[in-house]
């Protein structure tokens, strides 16, 4: 019973972390259509301009800088970058994020050295909130929690209630008529794109003294995201964050639970789940729990 | 994911095209992980070794030649190391250094074995500065590889023989990567505490994959729940980070026995979550140096920084053996320099120790230690860090860390 509390506990805050990382992703590609494979560089970048700014001015004011400057330079890299790409098709966009990915970890080994920087969680928020049986749950996790779902309830919120986002789901789906209506197109992708980008930078401010800041962490949490936009459908909002507490608390019970198959343990394989479930989903269902297209 | 860097690759090509050039030279490959995850450790190796051959060639080089490494950079995998194998020893090359990963090191010894015995002009010896599989030593040992670091086997005795005193140590758990080196820790813990604290219960053995775990607070739920006081793992670079971390996020209040815990970014990370509960067994302890064997670290230290720890030892001692085979061999030839390093025994800055000419395994005093605040302002603090060090626990002597071996060598005729 302990364990299943405790258990429960971490797979949901793992998977709204999951899901900090992959809304960024996920509403770029619902907006734009750009599958963008440089997304877990600007969570990487959100890191160490967090660790860069919080050793300056402080852990909050980084928490709003550090996404502003990573939101910048995604929008930057459409206007400058993306944008041409985009004359030459899916495959070209795809192509130049890719390599985007490789120039970024690049920069950031050049400026910050191969080893991990010591980002750590600010004095306020460390220590435990409170004790379930034995084992303390830290306020870090709970802050991060709290700023996972206030972000899933402020991108709906802004996508189906305001202004802006009437214009952003209007150039989505008829640019030409939107562009007509004498809405600039163009620069709403830049925003868009700028914003998904800030959001992956929001999720390095929190998750980068969370777990380790080094070069390596836009590789290891990649792919995974990729995983949670897929099994959510790509494009949907609600879909990456189920897909996300999915993913989060089955790989932890997996990791829990003592049960082995002709000899091999499920804890062992726990964190390769997601991609057998990312497998068996483009099998089974390919467009994903709550997508509209094919992926 | 393979990650490329276009950068290093140039910047390696261009050494590798200068040390051509020179052809006077010796020189010495390096093949171990310079980009991907774990290129912060693999970056840290060549520092060291650069360093190492630096001291060397300021004395006059070897027999009026100079040491030049070619650093290679083999991305931790066991394809690109044959690739980048072959490329040194199309380049003449007949010293390689690796260390990182033992599926790298047991992938290199096959190879170095079936090209010295078909090329004996192109022969090379490999000098294995970290890779700690027991069996390079035992069923797989080489003529052609010679190991500087304790294997795990070794340091496993040492721990072990630490904790037979420890009666706070009842149950135990292990955790460790899921690769031949985790394994072995595991298999070798188990044997050991068997025979001597039989009074112990392994509460769990756990295996997970290799630089992959972000997050280990699962894992850490599963130690808590199964009530262990100790935990023995084989984890190094962000695996150990990352593990004791959300050990302290938890709260759990078992003490680590490590291998890697002062390897590079991993104290910093510890923090005070660390202090007093992370344990180490280690062959490098610098702080219980005599005055006039500091200078080397010093002189490191001018070079990388104050809070820079040269703590691969073996490195500074593979290139030292290398150095004085050369001279005693009167030859840069490998057969013949590989003869000259056999049965070596010389004093390193930590005591005596001896390249074991039955195996090619060196012997030498190891070391267990307690992270620890430098309250005490003890000369030398944790890579890394200004104000945390190891504190030494107990020593034990080579002869004390020697195990048998169950290794037939097979010379060159």
Known sequence: ?295 | MIVRSPMRAACCALVTLFATAASADIKIAYIDPLSGPMAATGEHGLHELEFAAEQVNAKGGVLGQKLVIVPLDNKLSTQESQIQLQAAIDQGVHYIVQGNGSSVAGVLIDAINKNNERNPDKAVVFLNYAAVDPDFTNDKCSFWHFRFDANSDMKMEALTSYMKEQKKVQKVYLLNQDYSFGHQVARAAKEMLAAKRPDVTIVGDELHPLAKVRDFAPYVAKIQASGADTVITGNWGSDLQLLVKAAKDANLKADFYTYYAGVVGTPPALGDSGVDRVKVVTYWNPNSLAANRTAYIDAYKKKYGAMADPYTGSMHNAIDLLAASMTKANSTDPAKVAKAMEGAKWDNAFGAVEMRATDHQLIQPLFVLTFAKNDAKARYTADGTGDYTFKQDVRFEGPATARPTTCKMQRPS
Not at chain 1, 76 to 96: C, D, K, N, Q
Not at chain 1, 144 to 150: A, C, K, P, R, Y
Not at chain 1, 227 to 233: R, Y
Request: positive net charge; aromatic residues 12%.
């Open chain 1, 1 to 295: 019973m302990e364990l299943f509390v405790t258990s429960l506990l971490n797979g949901v805050t793992y998977g709204l972390l999951l899901f900090m990382l992959s809304s960024g992703l996920t509403l770029i590609f619902s907006m734009m259509g750009v599958l963008n494979f440089a997304h877990a560089s600007f969570y990487m970048l959100g890191a160490y301009f967090g660790y860069a700014i919080s050793t300056k001015v402080g852990f909050y004011p980084a928490l709003v800088l550090a996404p502003l400057a990573v939101g910048s330079i995604g929008a930057l890299v459409e206007r400058y970058g993306l944008r041409r790409a985009h004359a030459t098709g899916h495959v070209s966009e795809l192509l130049f994020t890719f390599g985007l990915a490789f120039v970024i970890a690049e920069a950031v080994r050049l400026v910050w050295g191969s080893t991990p920087v010591p980002y750590k969680v600010p004095v306020s928020l460390d220590g435990p909130l409170f004790t379930l049986y034995d084992a303390t749950f830290p306020t870090y996790k709970a802050f991060m929690m709290l700023v996972s779902v206030g972000m899933l309830v402020a991108l709906y919120a802004g996508l189906t209630r305001t202004r802006v986002g009437l214009v952003i789901r209007a150039a989505l789906t008829r640019p030409d008529m939107a562009e007509a209506l004498g809405h600039d197109v163009p620069r709403v992708f830049m925003l868009v794109f700028g914003g998904g980008a800030a959001l992956a930078g929001l999720a390095g401010v929190i998750g980068g003294n969370a777990f380790v800041t080094d070069p390596g962490m836009a590789e290891s949490l990649g792919t995974i995201v990729f995983v949670v936009v897929v099994v959510g459908g790509l494009g949907s909002l609600t879909g990456a964050f189920v897909a996300s507490l999915f993913i989060g608390i089955v790989q932890t019970f997996a990791v829990a639970v003592d049960y082995s198959w002709h000899g091999m343990s499920i804890s062992r394989v726990a964190p390769v789940i997601p991609y057998f479930i990312m497998v068996a989903m483009l099998i089974v269902r390919p467009r994903g729990l709550m997508g509209t297209r094919e992926t």
